[in-house]
């Protein structure tokens, strides 16, 4: 296994190397690039937005109904709110949910174009196929992931004000009060920078397990789902080490 | 020409490909045959260098595909047309898109004129109005077809076809081997055909490669598949009893002639 290991991880390397290098032709790539970014990215914006208003709403009453101590602030709601959308659920957890949706598509287009021989024909054309298909994806996904996490941090508090407006879990004032308190800038930065990893991370595992995806469909759904539960795995773990290493 | 001298392919310690050498001939259409596992698609993956030879060469006009950096791959292939067993089109793409790609990405001609060859590519091959349609929206010989027309589009020396017949009816199998065979005539191509569709072998087969067990059994053209006294070969081609009956009555006629 340990083996395997070692064997999947030099193969992967040796993938980004033939993804990495300079487009054969940068008028392709780029129009490949725009593609990708509709595709994975635009698409996922309406699943990111339901997502964040509910989560961000839940966030607020659990919030609301666990700090009840009269020694702490009702704006306490707001701050610990604004801490949790920012620092994990927006970036970690959001990306966790687009490992499921666009991993899963980069995964199983990919096997699909390896199994009925597209990327063989790609090959045989002269073409650096790894490049050809996984680059856009990559840098795509890069691109604008940091844009859905920031539309997911403010529908999530936007959902918190919603919940506040309807339940009266804590009012308005106390809720904004607590959103504005001991506000740190570079919390945004440390969100987007750790997403503009974790895109890199689904992008790249996706499109190995597809890019060597062998025998048929059941072949390539079991390579889609293998990527996502790895990239998951990976995305938690780096999680851990980015955070110990820029806020600990 | 292409020359195979003593290849060899083997896949965790087992030998597929046992030392094999062949010559195509230039301009001709070249025939690979054998049963299901005899290691034809293998030879042909790594003539196209999609797989790499335990050991031996294979020479392209005197240049070793097995020794060639990337950049002498690269333009290698750019003299390469492959038609795939399922055709591997291109599902995001359109037919005309299909075909437009290779040259959009390798030809130095301008839009228009890439445009204009495309479409020609598309007319040879009758899919004049098919341009427009997905792969998802033609059926398996209008496939074929459009695999062909991308194929032929940077006009290669060079002409793959992996089974081109599979999961085709007889009469649209006849009409893809013809257009082959007019194509490989008409633009001066080496093709080298790998199939087990005998009606093939028997009408575009110039030159005939019978491949048994990774190993070369035979070679000769359709008419010296007649005549052939390999019992391998006999058993192979003459299966079924139509050919059986076919052969005799060829023989027969070969005969009564002399």
């Given at each position: 296994?340990?083996?395997?290991?070692?064997?999947?991880?030099?193969?992967?390397?040796?993938?980004?190397?033939?993804?990495?290098?300079?487009?054969?032709?940068?008028?392709?790539?780029?129009?490949?690039?725009?593609?990708?970014?509709?595709?994975?990215?635009?698409?996922?914006?309406?699943?990111?937005?339901?997502?964040?208003?509910?989560?961000?709403?839940?966030?607020?009453?659990?919030?609301?109904?666990?700090?009840?101590?009269?020694?702490?602030?009702?704006?306490?709601?707001?701050?610990?709110?604004?801490?949790?959308?920012?620092?994990?659920?927006?970036?970690?957890?959001?990306?966790?949910?687009?490992?499921?949706?666009?991993?899963?598509?980069?995964s199983?287009?990919?096997g699909?174009?390896?199994?009925?021989?597209?990327?063989?024909?790609?090959?045989?054309?002269?073409?650096?196929?790894?490049?050809?298909?996984?680059?856009?994806?990559?840098?795509?996904?890069?691109?604008?992931?940091?844009?859905?996490?920031?539309?997911?941090?403010?529908?999530?508090?936007?959902?918190?004000?919603?919940?506040?407006?309807?339940?009266?879990?804590?009012?308005?004032?106390?809720?904004?009060?607590?959103?504005?308190?001991?506000?740190?800038?570079?919390?945004?930065?440390?969100?987007?920078?750790?997403?503009?990893?974790?895109?890199?991370?689904?992008?790249?595992?996706?499109?190995?397990y597809?890019?060597?995806a062998k025998g048929?469909s059941l072949d390539v759904g079991k390579a889609s789902t293998n990527a996502?539960?790895?990239?998951?795995?990976?995305?938690?773990?780096?999680?851990?080490?980015?955070?110990?290493?820029?806020?600990? | 020409?292409?020359?195979?001298?003593?290849?060899?392919?083997?896949?965790?310690?087992?030998?597929?490909?046992?030392?094999?050498?062949?010559?195509?001939?230039?301009?001709?259409?070249?025939?690979?045959?054998?049963?299901?596992?005899?290691?034809?698609?293998?030879?042909?993956?790594?003539?196209?260098?999609?797989?790499?030879?335990?050991?031996?060469?294979?020479?392209?006009?005197?240049?070793?595909?097995?020794?060639?950096?990337?950049?002498?791959?690269?333009?290698?292939?750019?003299?390469?047309?492959?038609?795939?067993?399922?055709?591997?089109?291109?599902?995001?793409?359109?037919?005309?898109?299909?075909?437009?790609?290779?040259?959009?990405?390798?030809?130095?001609?301008?839009?228009?004129?890439?445009?204009?060859?495309?479409?020609?590519?598309?007319?040879?091959?009758?899919?004049?109005?098919?341009?427009?349609?997905?792969?998802?929206?033609?059926?398996?010989?209008?496939?074929?077809?459009?695999?062909?027309?991308?194929?032929?589009?940077?006009?290669?020396?060079?002409?793959?076809?992996?089974?081109?017949?599979?999961?085709?009816?007889?009469?649209?199998?006849?009409?893809?081997?013809?257009?082959?065979?007019?194509?490989?005539?008409?633009?001066?191509?080496?093709?080298?055909?790998?199939?087990?569709?005998?009606?093939?072998?028997?009408?575009?087969?110039?030159?005939?490669?019978?491949?048994?067990?990774?190993?070369?059994?035979?070679?000769?053209?359709?008419?010296?598949?007649?005549?052939?006294?390999?019992?391998?070969?006999?058993?192979?081609?003459?299966?079924?009893?139509?050919?059986?009956?076919?052969?005799?009555?060829?023989?027969?006629?070969?005969?009564?002639?002399?």
């Amino acid at each position: 296994m340990l083996l395997s290991s070692f064997e999947k991880l030099g193969q992967y390397i040796l993938l980004m190397r033939k993804v990495f290098t300079r487009p054969q032709k940068w008028r392709v790539f780029f129009n490949q690039l725009i593609k990708e970014i509709n595709k994975l990215g635009v698409d996922s914006i309406s699943i990111v937005i339901i997502i964040s208003l509910f989560i961000g709403a839940v966030i607020v009453i659990q919030i609301a109904l666990n700090i009840s101590n009269p020694l702490l602030p009702r704006y306490t709601v707001g701050f610990t709110s604004r801490e949790i959308i920012l620092l994990e659920f927006s970036s970690t957890i959001m990306c966790l949910i687009l490992t499921g949706k666009v991993g899963s598509n980069i995964s199983s287009e990919i096997g699909t174009m390896r199994v009925t021989e597209q990327i063989d024909a790609l090959e045989i054309m002269g073409v650096n196929s790894a490049n050809y298909l996984v680059l856009p994806k990559t840098i795509g996904l890069m691109v604008f992931v940091p844009v859905l996490v920031v539309l997911s941090m403010f529908f999530g508090i936007l959902g918190g004000f919603a919940v506040c407006f309807i339940t009266h879990a804590v009012t308005i004032v106390d809720f904004e009060y607590g959103l504005q308190s001991f506000f740190k800038e570079f919390y945004i930065w440390y969100a987007i920078m750790k997403t503009i990893f974790f895109a890199f991370l689904i992008a790249s595992i996706s499109a190995y397990y597809g890019y060597y995806a062998k025998g048929g469909s059941l072949d390539v759904g079991k390579a889609s789902t293998n990527a996502v539960v790895i990239t998951s795995i990976l995305i938690l773990i780096s999680d851990l080490v980015i955070t110990d290493l820029m806020m600990g | 020409m292409i020359e195979v001298k003593n290849l060899r392919k083997s896949f965790e310690g087992r030998e597929v490909l046992k030392g094999v050498s062949m010559i195509f001939e230039e301009g001709k259409t070249n025939l690979i045959i054998g049963r299901s596992g005899s290691g034809k698609t293998v030879l042909l993956k790594n003539l196209v260098g999609l797989m790499r030879p335990t050991s031996g060469s294979i020479l392209y006009d005197g240049r070793d595909l097995t020794k060639l950096s990337t950049a002498q791959m690269k333009a290698l292939r750019q003299e390469m047309g492959m038609i795939f067993q399922g055709s591997a089109l291109f599902d995001a793409m359109t037919v005309f898109e299909n075909v437009y790609f290779p040259l959009d990405m390798f030809s130095s001609m301008s839009r228009s004129e890439k445009k204009e060859r495309a479409q020609f590519c598309l007319d040879r091959v009758n899919l004049s109005d098919a341009g427009h349609l997905y792969p998802s929206e033609i059926s398996g010989g209008m496939m074929k077809r459009a695999a062909i027309a991308r194929a032929i589009s940077l006009n290669p020396k060079y002409l793959y076809c992996d089974e081109p017949n599979s999961g085709l009816d007889p009469q649209t199998s006849l009409v893809i081997d013809q257009l082959i065979h007019e194509i490989t005539t008409e633009f001066k191509i080496t093709t080298i055909i790998n199939t087990h569709d005998m009606n093939s072998v028997m009408n575009i087969g110039e030159k005939i490669f019978f491949i048994k067990e990774g190993n070369l059994e035979w070679e000769g053209t359709n008419q010296d598949i007649l005549m052939a006294d390999n019992e391998a070969l006999n058993d192979f081609v003459f299966a079924s009893d139509l050919f059986k009956k076919v052969k005799e009555v060829e023989i027969k006629e070969i005969r009564d002639q002399e």
